[in-house]
């Protein structure tokens, strides 16, 4: 950002304009007013991604351990598996083992930009949550920092003006970001707030020091739809919009999380209001899930949910997996949800300045080959084309229609119609 401001148009600045088919200076431009976020830390070698205005919609893939299943070999496959299937970003959300060796081997199996979130090492250092310190919280940012992590999600904006919302609230659910309870949890036993809202200027001097982006994390998201817009979560957006000012105006990129779960009539006021209330900075959304009543189906439902918010301003999607709510994700999980992400991903960039016109060349071109029956055509096209062959040849027909209509084939029937009246003429 610093470079940004002084005119300069820097490799990865000039690599994210030529991925994604724009001018270079644009994307200088943006990344000047904190609009298009470019997550590379100065430690680390990475494949450079723009995130934001006139960009491609990103998507990003959480792995990790937990304290009741810790295999590392397994998370560094679903890392690389990710990225395989088309992941801009993972994050290692490890909570079990031996989190530095974890962190390590998953930056080094992947050549795309990594995120973490620091407080859950902060949080391990300690027999119990709340008996961490500052110091353990501001240690695990400047580690990772250190390690080459490309951008850290961190709940700055849980403050004690936030508790004190959802102390008056009539919220189902509380607080179900695993990072803001552990900060409510310190804030209620230590008496005091935030470090990181409290000393956000020290973080942002760690920060800027690796260029490492701030992930600012949505604490208060909503955990069912019947929390979905009440004053905690309205009360982070404002305290996040003014982080992001702060952070802008001392070179450290960001870009802002937001909620989890949304009904679909309440999704335009979460990004309008975001957008609005955090001065236009890029938006990561997990979901948003569209209804609580779908364990097993969660990638489907945060997948509807962020299509709609695409509509309306989102940029980051963070993939839900099939075992959301229900149990650590398996391999499998990692690339179901992935791709299903990937659909809403394309439908949004379908509709959004920038990526549009790309995106549409590839609707027009398997409109084309579906008119052709070009099946090879269609299977490169699709953005799982190994599936989609798999499905056609378990079912195949002789025609070279597929087997739904076989010689019915509507396509079939005009063509050949046309054909015959063009030979009568």
Request: charged share 25%; aromatic share 6%.
């Amino acid at each position: 950002m610093e470079d940004a401001k002084k005119g300069i148009v820097t490799p990865s600045i000039e690599a994210v304009a030529k991925a994604e088919g724009i001018d270079a200076e644009t994307v200088r431009s943006c990344v000047v007013k904190g609009l298009i976020a470019i997550p590379v830390n100065n430690r680390r070698e990475t494949l450079p991604i723009g995130i934001g205005k006139y960009m491609s919609t990103k998507i990003n893939a959480n792995v990790g351990t937990s304290r009741d299943y810790i295999d590392i070999d397994a998370e560094v496959e679903k890392a690389k598996a990710a990225e395989t299937f088309g992941a801009h970003a993972v994050m290692d959300l490890s909570t079990g083992g031996n989190l530095d060796e974890i962190r390590t081997r998953i930056l080094k199996s992947v050549n795309i930009p990594v995120g973490t979130v620091p407080i859950y090492q902060a949080a391990a250092s300690r027999k119990v949550v709340v008996e961490m310190t500052s110091d353990d919280m501001f240690n695990a940012v400047r580690k990772h920092a250190k390690q080459g992590v490309d951008f850290v999600t961190v709940h700055a904006g849980v403050n004690l003006n936030s508790l004190e919302r959802l102390r008056q609230s009539d919220r189902i659910m509380n607080v179900v970001s695993r990072g803001g309870s552990f900060t409510l949890a310190w804030m209620l036993h230590n008496g005091e707030d935030n470090p990181f809202y409290a000393e956000f200027d020290y973080l942002l001097e760690i920060a800027k020091e690796y260029d490492m982006t701030l992930s600012l994390g949505d604490g208060m998201r909503p955990g069912c739809i019947a929390d979905a817009s009440d004053r905690p979560k309205f009360m982070e957006f404002i305290t996040l919009g003014e982080l992001v000012k702060r952070a802008r105006a001392a070179n450290v990129q960001t870009f802002v999380e937001g909620p989890g779960h949304v009904p679909l009539n309440e999704i335009e006021l979460s990004v309008r209001g975001m957008k609005e209330l955090c001065n236009g900075a890029p938006l990561y959304l997990l979901g948003p899930l569209v209804t609580d009543i779908a364990p097993g189906f969660d990638h489907i439902t945060g997948a509807i949910g962020g299509a709609v918010a695409g509509m309306y301003g989102t940029d980051f999607l963070c993939m839900v997996t099939p075992s959301e709510h229900l149990a650590l994700p398996a391999l499998e999980d990692i690339k179901e949800g992935l791709l299903v992400t990937k659909v809403a991903a394309h439908t949004i960039d379908l509709i959004k300045e920038g990526p549009r016109e790309r995106a549409w060349e590839k609707d027009l071109a398997m409109a084309y080959a579906r008119r052709d029956l070009d099946w090879e055509k269609q299977f490169e096209l699709a953005i799982d084309g190994n599936r989609a062959r798999k499905i056609r040849d378990a079912r195949k027909t002789e025609s070279d229609t597929c087997s739904m209509c076989g010689d019915l084939c509507a396509l079939k029937i005009v063509k050949e119609a046309f054909e015959n009246k063009k030979t009568e003429e």
